[in-house]
């Protein structure tokens, strides 16, 4: 089992960074593959980045390439989302969540344990 807590979501302008971080408790999670996901007011929940258990192997939705970068931080059971050049169609509630393959996976459907979302909202 493992449990997830987003933050540092908040308010920023076109342009600017935020660093979402996703706490973690639960003995798996260290060999938990983590993703992030984002969902816009209307419209369906978007892949934006996961990572896998190691750290080695990363993936990323094309709206976000080039300047999210996910990371990990296995001792602090915690993985972290830098969030660069925000645009405002950035704006929505970020989630995190966690699955126990060491694969890739942008579908939320192979994700087994979700936390309750951060809001980021990017102003023009």
């Known amino acids: 089992q493992v449990q997830l807590v987003e933050s540092g979501g908040g308010l920023v302008q076109a342009g600017g960074s935020l660093r979402l971080s996703c706490a973690a408790s639960g003995r798996t999670f260290s060999t938990a593959a983590v993703g992030w996901f984002r969902q816009a007011p209307g419209k369906e929940r978007e892949f934006v980045a996961t990572i896998t258990w190691s750290g080695r192997s990363t993936a990323y939705g094309d709206s976000v390439k080039g300047r999210f970068t996910i990371s990990r931080d296995n001792a602090k059971n915690t993985v972290y989302l830098q969030m660069n050049s925000l645009k405002p169609e950035d704006t929505a509630v970020y989630y995190c969540?966690?699955?126990?393959?060491?694969?890739?996976?942008?579908?939320?459907?192979?994700?087994?344990?979700w936390g309750q979302g951060t809001q980021v909202t990017v102003s023009s």
């Open positions: 969540a966690a699955h126990n393959r060491d694969l890739v996976l942008s579908r939320e459907a192979l994700y087994d344990y």
